[in-house]
């Protein structure tokens, strides 16, 4: 439930600096005609590199997938482990911002791969407005599909494999669950050693053509905003599309009218109280328990959007908890 005792939330300094960063970088690079500024945003977004030595007890490289597309992903793997889950990430940014290789990205998948633990896949997906839908979904499948058919360390378990993303991460988690239930119908398309176990949608980005009650009041919290959301829609749309498109609104996707026959993996949703999105998704939720899917709702009142990359708020803590809950549930 949205937070019914505050109408701000309530940050540390230290957040509100990282805040005031994140938003500098995007509303100054982004222009009104709807193209990105790529030189002043890549001077902008922190960017930290592979680690083949442990840090925190966790290597990361990174490994090309298509070199033609920049298709590529870091991979976190925490040092002496046992056989372990592996969670394939998506990161955030409105389709439109940031990298595999940005920093709060970076130290958020090393802190999911030390805490679960688990091998992480930290997918680097193209980016709109350069790249249009459905690449970020392309990407996304064709990430799978190579770590299907391809080499992970010993200990990565492929059939407890979790498909995880934050905001437009969430929205391509779920786009990349749904291409591959449909896949594992047909026996010719499906995985052959990758089997998804479960979903971990963070604050997905949704969208649709009427506001929400959530949109309408919470006009002016950190990160997001109508207005940058609205920008974003147009960056990663084909021309002439509106917020029903499919890949706004999961509700407008064909597919998504076959769910209830399809093995969608358990998802666990999760929702903050000064996030402006919050309405749309517990309407997924509500939409997948509809359909007869497992599926998790999980609520911190005083979360904003984007809570997980600041490692200093009590929900970014919590939320590690409850991801390893639930992988430790679904592995079973």
Same mark, same amino acid.
């Given at each position: 439930?949205?937070?019914?005792?505050?109408?701000?939330?309530?940050?540390?300094?230290?957040?509100?600096?990282?805040?005031?960063?994140?938003?500098?970088?995007?509303?100054?690079?982004?222009?009104?005609?709807?193209?990105?500024? *790529?030189?002043?945003?890549?001077? #902008?977004?922190?960017?930290?590199?592979?680690?083949?030595?442990?840090?925190?007890?966790?290597?990361?490289?990174?490994?090309?997938?298509? !070199?033609?597309?920049?298709?590529?992903?870091? &991979?976190?793997?925490?040092?002496?482990?046992?056989?372990?889950?592996?969670?394939?990430?998506? +990161?955030?940014?409105?389709? !439109?911002?940031?990298?595999?290789?940005?920093?709060?990205?970076?130290?958020?998948?090393? *802190?999911?791969?030390?805490?679960?633990?688990?091998?992480?896949?930290? !997918?680097?997906?193209?980016?709109?407005?350069?790249?249009?839908?459905?690449?970020?979904?392309?990407?996304?499948?064709?990430? &799978?599909?190579?770590?299907?058919?391809?080499?992970?360390?010993?200990?990565?378990?492929?059939?407890?494999?979790?498909?995880?993303?934050?905001?437009?991460?969430?929205?391509?988690? +779920?786009?990349?669950?749904?291409?591959?239930?449909?896949?594992?119908?047909?026996?010719?398309?499906?995985?052959? *050693?990758? *089997?998804?176990?479960?979903?971990?949608?963070?604050?997905?980005?949704?969208?649709?053509?009427?506001?929400?009650?959530?949109? &309408?009041?919470?006009?002016?919290?950190?990160?997001?905003?109508?207005?940058?959301?609205?920008?974003?829609?147009?960056?990663?749309?084909?021309?002439?599309?509106?917020?029903? +498109?499919?890949?706004?609104?999961?509700?407008?996707?064909?597919?998504?009218?076959?769910?209830?026959?399809?093995?969608?993996?358990?998802?666990?949703?999760?929702?903050?109280?000064?996030?402006? #999105?919050?309405?749309?998704?517990?309407?997924?939720?509500?939409? &997948?328990?509809?359909?007869?899917?497992?599926?998790?709702?999980?609520?911190?009142?005083?979360?904003? +959007?984007?809570?997980?990359?600041?490692?200093?708020?009590?929900?970014?803590?919590?939320?590690?908890?409850? !991801?390893?809950?639930?992988?430790?549930?679904?592995?079973?």
């Amino acid at each position: 439930m949205a937070s019914e005792t505050k109408s701000a939330p309530i940050l540390p300094w230290k957040t509100r600096l990282l805040v005031a960063r994140l938003t500098f970088a995007c509303n100054y690079t982004r222009r009104s005609n709807g193209t990105v500024n *790529r030189l002043l945003m890549n001077f #902008l977004d922190a960017k930290s590199p592979p680690t083949p030595k442990p840090m925190n007890g966790v290597t990361s490289s990174d490994i090309t997938v298509d !070199v033609s597309r920049n298709l590529w992903f870091r &991979l976190f793997t925490p040092a002496d482990a046992d056989t372990l889950p592996v969670i394939v990430y998506f +990161h955030g940014g409105g389709f !439109v911002f940031f990298s595999a290789s940005t920093k709060p990205y970076d130290e958020f998948c090393r *802190r999911l791969a030390e805490n679960i633990p688990a091998v992480v896949v930290s !997918v680097n997906y193209r980016l709109a407005p350069e790249h249009r839908f459905p690449a970020q979904f392309d990407d996304a499948f064709d990430a &799978l599909k190579f770590l299907d058919a391809n080499f992970l360390p010993p200990n990565a378990d492929l059939s407890r494999c979790f498909i995880a993303g934050d905001s437009a991460g969430g929205n391509i988690a +779920h786009q990349v669950a749904l291409r591959s239930a449909a896949a594992d119908a047909d026996a010719d398309a499906g995985f052959r *050693r990758l *089997r998804i176990a479960g979903v971990i949608a963070i604050q997905p980005f949704f969208g649709g053509e009427e506001r929400t009650e959530s949109e &309408l009041r919470l006009t002016h919290m950190p990160i997001l905003n109508m207005e940058l959301s609205d920008w974003m829609w147009k960056a990663f749309l084909p021309e002439g599309s509106n917020r029903n +498109h499919e890949g706004v609104n999961f509700l407008s996707d064909p597919k998504s009218a076959h769910i209830s026959g399809l093995n969608f993996p358990a998802t666990m949703v999760f929702v903050g109280g000064f996030d402006p #999105l919050q309405d749309l998704q517990r309407k997924y939720y509500d939409w &997948l328990k509809k359909s007869r899917k497992e599926a998790y709702l999980v609520e911190y009142p005083q979360a904003i +959007h984007a809570f997980y990359a600041f490692p200093e708020l009590p929900e970014a803590s919590q939320l590690l908890t409850d !991801v390893r809950d639930f992988i430790q549930k679904q592995c079973q």
